[in-house]
């Protein structure tokens, strides 16, 4: 079955970074687009970024851009976050998601804690 884990988070410093990982498996991996989603405590869950099925394209939300960098391995099933010069706003829990057929998945995700 279709499954997301994300890994990679943790308790950071503000300015420092982490990259986060979504390992992908059940199903043909490069045939989907991925995004990256966060949800901050009493917050609704926001888009963080979106990359295309080959990478080609990516789009972030005004909040993380020129911060994050999402990227992809196809051959290893693979999306990564890249986050840079982190910020305490920037603390929450952090998932993967996927739509295939219709359906979205999601991963368990991961907590980054920004805080000094």
């Known amino acids: 079955q279709v499954q997301l884990v994300e890994s990679g988070g943790g308790l950071v410093q503000p300015g420092g970074s982490l990259r986060l990982s979504c390992a992908a498996s059940?199903?043909?991996?490069?045939?989907?687009?991925v995004n990256w989603y966060r949800q901050a405590p009493g917050k609704e869950r926001e888009l963080v970024a979106f990359?295309?099925?080959?990478?080609?394209?990516?789009n972030y939300a005004d909040s993380v851009k020129g911060r994050f960098t999402i990227s992809r391995d196809n051959a290893r099933n693979t999306v990564y976050l890249q986050m840079n010069s982190l910020k305490p706003e920037d603390t929450a829990v952090y998932y993967c998601?996927?739509?295939?057929?219709?359906?979205?998945?999601w991963g368990q995700g991961t907590q980054v804690t920004v805080s000094s």
């Open positions: 998601k996927i739509r295939r057929r219709g359906n979205d998945y």
């Open positions: 059940g199903f043909i991996f490069s045939m989907y687009d």
């Open positions: 990359i295309t099925s080959a990478g080609r394209n990516t």
